[in-house]
């Protein structure tokens, strides 16, 4: 895919104001055999919201610091990596920014049983990665926040999708 430099503007207009929001392709980022991480960002008037296709992150909002006088300065307000490859590169152990699953939380052991129907005694163990010590967190460690989910983008957002089998 490489690197794109598709944008679009859309002006909201209100009796008070006019407001530009534009949304942008940024460079993509390119990984062996897994493909590519897309990025975009997202503006409105003085707010910045930069997405990544890895773990469908938001990884960064730009907010304006309005205590500051001149020049003004920007506060990130979101806890990342400094750039999606650093996130991959260092597997997103920490779960910032992104998107968590399977499972948004902590199952202990890592495992579960799981009765096959009401009407059967059967039961059957799951085995999962232990990632969190003996538990299993957030999907383990090839989850939801390590796969690089399919990006669309049109003038009005960015669409992150992810099939999951």
């Given at each position: 895919v490489g690197s794109a430099s598709a944008w679009s503007t859309t002006t909201l207009t209100t009796m008070k104001a006019s407001y530009t929001t534009t949304i942008s392709e940024l460079p993509s980022i390119d990984i062996p055999s897994q493909g590519s991480i897309r990025q975009f960002q997202l503006s409105h008037n003085d707010v910045t919201v930069k997405l990544s296709s890895l773990g469908a992150s938001i990884t960064s909002i730009l907010l304006p610091d309005y205590s500051e006088s001149a020049p003004r300065s920007f506060d990130d307000v979101v806890l990342s990596y400094k750039s999606p490859k650093e996130q991959h590169q260092h597997k997103n152990t920490h779960f910032f920014s992104a998107i968590v699953g399977r499972v948004a939380n902590r199952i202990k052991d890592g495992k579960f049983l799981l009765q096959q129907d009401e009407s059967s005694e059967e039961k059957t163990t799951y085995?999962?990665?232990?990632?969190?010590?003996?538990?299993?967190?957030?999907?383990?460690?090839?989850?939801?926040?390590?796969?690089?989910?399919?990006?669309?983008?049109?003038?009005?957002?960015?669409?992150?999708?992810?099939t999951s089998a």
């Amino acid at each position: 895919v490489g690197s794109a430099s598709a944008w679009s503007t859309t002006t909201l207009t209100t009796m008070k104001a006019s407001y530009t929001t534009t949304i942008s392709e940024l460079p993509s980022i390119d990984i062996p055999s897994q493909g590519s991480i897309r990025q975009f960002q997202l503006s409105h008037n003085d707010v910045t919201v930069k997405l990544s296709s890895l773990g469908a992150s938001i990884t960064s909002i730009l907010l304006p610091d309005y205590s500051e006088s001149a020049p003004r300065s920007f506060d990130d307000v979101v806890l990342s990596y400094k750039s999606p490859k650093e996130q991959h590169q260092h597997k997103n152990t920490h779960f910032f920014s992104a998107i968590v699953g399977r499972v948004a939380n902590r199952i202990k052991d890592g495992k579960f049983l799981l009765q096959q129907d009401e009407s059967s005694e059967e039961k059957t163990t799951y085995n999962l990665d232990r990632n969190d010590g003996v538990n299993h967190l957030h999907g383990g460690y090839d989850g939801f926040s390590h796969k690089i989910w399919e990006a669309d983008m049109d003038q009005n957002h960015v669409k992150f999708t992810l099939t999951s089998a």
